[in-house]
């Protein structure tokens, strides 16, 4: 019977076959799961990591999912990035300065920005609301 490491590297493979046979359909021909490729790692994943993980280029990658979702890959790992901010600042107690480097994002002033921007309050009166005025 094959070991943990074995099965877990087997569906690894299959879901990176899986994205790559995605991405490569000709525009307008790839089911709308396409959107979703890479995307939910956050952190520090980058395009060209998602781009190499569906073995396609990076402008293959960026091209098919602009036509597929209609946004860009790097809005997409931009509102993930946000939303696990959102996660952390309503489950945890880590520090908010902590987060943008726990998220991805290398300047905490831009994430202070941009959370700003986005949901039209700071990062710290986000969390006293989602934790209940703590």
């Known amino acids: 019977m094959p070991g943990a490491d074995a099965v877990g590297a087997r569906e690894d493979r299959a879901e990176r076959v899986r ?3 995605l991405l490569r359909r000709p ?5 709308r ?7 939910a790692g956050g952190g520090e994943l980058r395009i ?3 781009a190499k993980a569906a073995f396609a280029s990076t402008r293959l ?9 209609g946004r ?10 946000l939303r696990r901010v959102r996660a952390l600042l ?18 905490d002033g831009y994430l202070k920005q941009l959370f700003h921007a986005r949901h039209g309050c700071t990062m710290r009166d986000w969390r006293r ?3 209940g005025g703590r």
Not at 27 to 31: D, F, I, K, L, S
Not at 33 to 39: D, S
Not at 96 to 107: D, E, N, R, T
């Open 19 to 21: 994205l790559h046979r």
């Open 27 to 31: 525009p307008g021909r790839q089911p």
């Open 33 to 39: 799961e396409a959107a979703e490729v890479g995307v």
């Open 48 to 50: 060209g990591d998602v």
């Open 61 to 69: 990658l960026q091209r098919n999912f602009k036509d597929v979702t």
């Open 72 to 81: 860009t890959v790097g809005d997409a790992l931009r509102d993930e990035r």
């Open 90 to 107: 309503s489950e945890t107690t880590t520090p908010i300065g902590a987060i943008a480097g726990l998220c991805g994002f290398k300047s």
């Open 129 to 131: 609301r989602a934790q």
